[in-house]
């Protein structure tokens, strides 16, 4: 793993290729491909190195440390060989593509701008131990969990916005922070006033304009014509 990782850093590709020739070995190049290619299909490297990043990484995790989940995508559209490829949307092009979708967990914490890696997971929908989406998420999430002791404030884009994320989120007691779509319906709890008793449900939008507001932030975008505010 310390050889791939250099390889891949001094050369810039995830191709054994250029991480053998990164590594200047005397052996011929079409070997060190072999054993690089050999190692790497080796069983239970992935969880290995996996269960190893945790372990390290999760020292990293604070109470208020945020745990940002991003369902993503790795879309290889010249790919014909590799195994349960799977229809994708790639987000860079926004048309749909074959490829893998990907899940990834960061920490991050506003006092420093370091970004800790915690998880990620290549996976396809055509594999026959795929279950759904959601359950993807959930596994990924447990083992973070586990993992940091409970601590951390779980973070997700609108991907979290389904009763499949939330419902399980709120019975562990887990503390999260997902974007809403402004239509999604919540229930309150029966203890809280409303200004119209009769009304059981409430609009995400809704509820939201009724919260106090006693902090600012300026958030700066990257942009391809510059920052935007």
């Known amino acids: 793993m310390r050889e791939i990782l250099y390889g891949v850093q001094a050369r810039g590709s995830v191709r054994l290729s250029e991480i053998g020739r990164a590594l200047g ?7 060190v491909i072999e054993r690089l290619g050999r190692q ?24 208020d440390t945020l745990l940002v989940v991003d369902p993503t995508d790795l879309a290889k559209p010249y790919a014909r060989k590799m195994e349960y490829l799977a229809e994708v949307r790639d987000g860079s092009k926004r048309e ?20 800790v890696p915690l998880y990620q997971e290549l996976y396809s929908q055509e594999a026959p131990e795929f279950e759904s989406e959601n ?4 596994d990924a999430i447990e083992r973070v969990a586990e993992a940091t002791g409970e ?6 884009d609108r991907a979290g916005d389904r009763r499949r994320i939330l419902v399980p ?13 402004g239509d999604r319906h919540l229930r ?42």
């Open 25 to 31: 070995e005397r052996t011929r190049l079409k070997k």
């Open 40 to 63: 790497l299909g080796r069983v239970g490297l992935r969880e290995r190195v996996r269960e190893n990043l945790l372990t390290e990484a999760s020292r990293l995790v604070g109470n």
């Open 96 to 115: 749909i593509s074959t490829g893998y979708w990907c899940l990834t967990v960061v920490a991050a914490s506003r006092a420093t701008a370091q970004i």
């Open 135 to 138: 359950r993807q998420i959930l």
């Open 151 to 156: 601590r951390g404030l779980w973070v997700m």
């Open 169 to 181: 989120l709120l019975d562990d007691g887990r503390r999260f922070l997902i974007r809403f779509r």
């Open 188 to 229: 309150l709890p029966e203890e809280e006033e409303t200004k119209d008793p009769d009304k059981t449900s409430f609009s995400a939008f809704e509820l939201a304009a009724t919260c106090p507001l006693p902090y600012q932030e300026t958030i700066v975008r990257q942009e391809p014509g510059g920052e935007q505010i």
